[in-house]
């Protein structure tokens, strides 16, 4: 279940990320749910949503690299099937990323080839 | 006697007579999968939705998309200065056609191509042109260039929704032979034409996702009974007891009465009250009687124990006064009481210990909206 944060906030809630336009908190107890919402939002209004938190090893662990590529490589350990869209945008968020930057950016690596999408909204290098 | 489910009590149809017992929607209705399938297609695919706001769309080819359940449409501004409405599907194989375009960050075209294959349509829904691979049978050693058929612009162009307007509020219906949309809204619609809204602009939308049936947030919003407990700021300027909610076939019209006159440039219309309109099943005008300018919400349910709030303010420019700003965050203030509220009844709804509420002499709004929901469902 996702939630704008509402004055009680939850506390565990493991991703979290809100609004550059209005603000809206997402939380959510998987990194996709919050990719959900970025769609759901984007489809209503003009914005894009910066993480807040994401309580993830596979996050914490991630590199301090710029690129979707390398990222994607560390995470892929993590991972059986393929790295949740959500959970790559997360650990991109550690270089500054927008959830919109990284899903552009894995459209066009994904468009070139580049990548591989075993299942819906997962991800591994090629 | 309260309807626990522990008691087995039996649940009945909203009753007409809101001094029964049964007054309330059965719980079920709000927390059950199948009634949120089924009331896509009796309640979001019978009755006029709202789509958007014409000022969005001004210009020949300008567009947005809306979605009502699981149908896209494209709202365009078409050559005749007319707002039409297509599903967002090709005739050629059912591809969707353009992007996700919000109202808020409208699109232009010249035509609506489909990206898969090339058809491409005029805003009139025409079919205008195939690529030239549907005229000749080149790749088909079985068919003869002459005996490849053209295919007819209107006969095979986009799928129309139906779309009528009160003042600059676009709506939608799906149904194929639904009541009028004046019909449909009755005095709401003299009402909200006497009054100057296309003269306002979109200044700030919200998208809010709770927890919670969007009925359950309508019932909210259509009743004042909860307002002293909890909304404490907002109510020290308004006479409750000089206040009443006035019901229609299709709306209701909650008249909150301001205790002391406030400044006639801040209000669009007569009364020296705030009149909040609901208009079944999910849309409803917020004239609040303190700015000039007015707001919409919609209630767009996404599934039974979720709805998106999108929440629109117009004034009469689209850059805010400090003043505004102001009243749109105090105005936010109040949706979040309402949202803790409602995911707090939620919660307790979905326990299943409640089988059937009871409503109060003071939400009649709330007993029209269970009934219309029970009608929809029994159609
Ligand atoms: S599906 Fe649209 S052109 Fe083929
Ligand atoms: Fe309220």
């Avoid at chain 2, 927890?211 to 919003?221: E, L, P, S």
Wanted: net charge negative; charged share 25%.
């Amino acid at each position: 279940m996702t939630s704008v944060s509402r004055t009680g906030q939850r506390e565990d809630v493991p991703f979290v990320a809100r609004s550059t336009e209005t603000g809206a908190r997402v939380e959510a107890s998987s990194a996709n749910e919050v990719i959900a919402f970025y769609r759901r939002q984007q489809e209503l209004l003009d914005t894009d949503l910066e993480w807040e938190f994401a309580d993830h090893p596979a996050v914490t662990e991630a590199p301090d690299a710029d690129s979707i590529d390398a990222v994607l490589r560390a995470l892929d350990d993590y991972f059986e099937s393929g790295v949740p869209l959500g959970v790559l945008a997360a650990a991109m968020s550690k270089q500054g990323w927008t959830v919109g930057d990284t899903l552009s950016e894995v459209y066009e690596l994904r468009m070139s080839g580049s990548l591989w999408e075993p299942r819906a909204d997962h991800l591994r290098p090629v | 006697m309260t309807r626990w489910n522990a008691n087995n009590d039996e649940v009945a149809a909203v009753s007409p007579d809101i001094t029964d017992e049964t007054n309330a929607l059965p719980a079920e209705y709000f927390t059950s999968p199948d009634i949120h399938e089924l009331e896509k297609e009796k309640i979001f695919g019978q009755y006029w939705v709202y789509a958007g706001h014409a000022n969005a769309i001004t210009e020949t080819g300008a567009y947005f998309t809306r979605t009502i359940g699981d149908k896209q449409v494209i709202i365009v501004r078409d050559h005749d200065d007319e707002i039409r409405a297509f599903f967002n599907v090709c005739a050629h194989r059912g591809s969707k056609m353009v992007e996700d375009t919000p109202m808020t960050n409208p699109g232009n075209m010249g035509r609506i191509r489909c990206p898969y294959h090339m058809w491409s349509y005029d805003l009139d829904g025409d079919l205008e042109s195939t690529p030239k691979s549907f005229e000749e049978a080149g790749l088909n050693p079985d068919l003869d260039d002459e005996e490849v058929c053209s295919l007819d612009a209107s006969e095979n162009g986009l799928n129309e929704v139906q779309t009528d307007r009160i003042g600059p509020f676009v709506f939608l219906n799906f149904a194929d032979d639904p009541m009028p949309l004046a019909e449909q809204a009755g005095t709401l619609k003299t009402e909200l034409e006497d009054m100057p809204l296309e003269e306002y602009e979109h200044a700030a939308r919200y998208v809010s996702e709770v927890d919670c049936n969007w009925k359950t947030f309508a019932g909210n919003y259509s009743e004042c009974d909860h307002c002293h407990a909890n909304h404490q700021d907002w109510i020290t300027d308004i006479e409750l007891d000089e206040s009443n909610l006035e019901v229609n076939d299709y709306h209701w019209i909650l008249h909150y009465t301001h205790d002391e006159d406030v400044d006639d440039e801040l209000r669009i219309h007569e009364e020296k009250e705030a009149k909040f309109y609901y208009f079944w099943p999910n849309f409803t005008v917020n004239m609040y009687g303190t700015a000039d300018g007015y707001g919409t919400y919609i209630i767009d349910p996404i599934d039974e124990g979720r709805f998106q709030l999108i929440a629109d303010y117009y004034f009469s420019s689209a850059e805010m006064t400090d003043a505004e700003q102001e009243f749109v965050q105090t105005s936010r203030q109040l949706q979040e009481e309402d949202f803790e509220l409602v995911e707090r009844q939620y919660e307790g709804l979905q326990s299943g210990a409640l089988a059937q509420a009871q409503l109060g002499p003071n939400e009649h709004t709330v007993h029209k909206l269970h009934r219309l929901a029970q009608e929809a469902y029994e159609a």
